[in-house]
């Protein structure tokens, strides 16, 4: 074989390498996402960070987990927001107790511990902690969800309360 044949037939190994690294990194989002309760969010929040593609199990638990802290800070802007532009007194007790569900809940314990827990190895409390999270935000929903006309924040405790059962599901599956 010529230096330029062996040049090739390396070439050709790495690239057959990569694109069945791929596919089996795609296999496990697909995979991972079909054992939660919402394949369809688990796969696209998955496939539209970069850092899933290698990523293991606990990887995709940890980067959904990371998404629950994006969405819970978008959220407790939105609450801010709302509390900003209301004078209703029990408007404004039930967004500052949705404060309290996120700000002591979602961001204070339970997004911060489960990322520990995955990383220490251990799913079962990240688990837990995830299914907390799902309350948390189910509670905001619950005090806010009288609201003359509904709840404001139907859509930001939804985003929430879904993540946190595909992260819950996935820690799950943590070995």
């Known amino acids: 074989m010529t230096s330029s044949s062996v040049f090739i037939v390396v070439c050709l190994m790495i690239y057959v390498s990569n694109t069945q690294?791929?596919?089996?990194?795609?296999?496990?989002?697909?995979n991972t996402c079909r054992q939660t309760p919402n394949n369809v969010v688990?796969?696209?929040?998955?496939?539209a960070d970069p850092g899933s593609a290698g990523a293991d199990v606990r990887g995709l638990a940890i980067i959904i987990v990371d998404k629950i802290n994006e969405k819970g800070l978008a959220t407790v802007e939105q609450i801010n927001n709302l509390l900003a532009s209301t004078k209703d007194p029990k408007r404004?007790?039930?967004?500052?107790?949705?404060?309290?569900?996120?700000?002591?809940?979602?961001l204070g314990l339970d997004v911060?511990?489960?990322?520990?827990?995955?990383?220490?190895?251990?799913?079962?409390?990240a688990t837990q902690l995830m299914n907390d999270a799902a309350g948390?935000?189910?509670?905001?929903e619950d005090r806010v969800s009288t609201f003359e006309g509904g709840s404001p924040l139907t859509s930001s405790n939804t985003n929430v309360i879904e993540l946190s059962f595909i992260a819950?599901?996935?820690?799950?599956?943590?070995k």
Do not use: F, H, W
Request: overall charge positive; hydrophobic content about 45%; glycine content about 6%.
């Open 42 to 47: 688990c796969v696209e929040t998955l496939r």
């Open 21 to 30: 690294m791929k596919v089996s990194m795609a296999d496990l989002v697909d």
């Open 112 to 125: 911060i511990a489960a990322k520990q827990a995955l990383e220490k190895g251990n799913p079962i409390l």
């Open 92 to 106: 404004m007790d039930a967004l500052r107790s949705c404060l309290r569900y996120y700000n002591n809940g979602v």
């Open 168 to 174: 819950a599901a996935i820690a799950r599956l943590v």
């Open 136 to 140: 948390n935000g189910r509670n905001c």
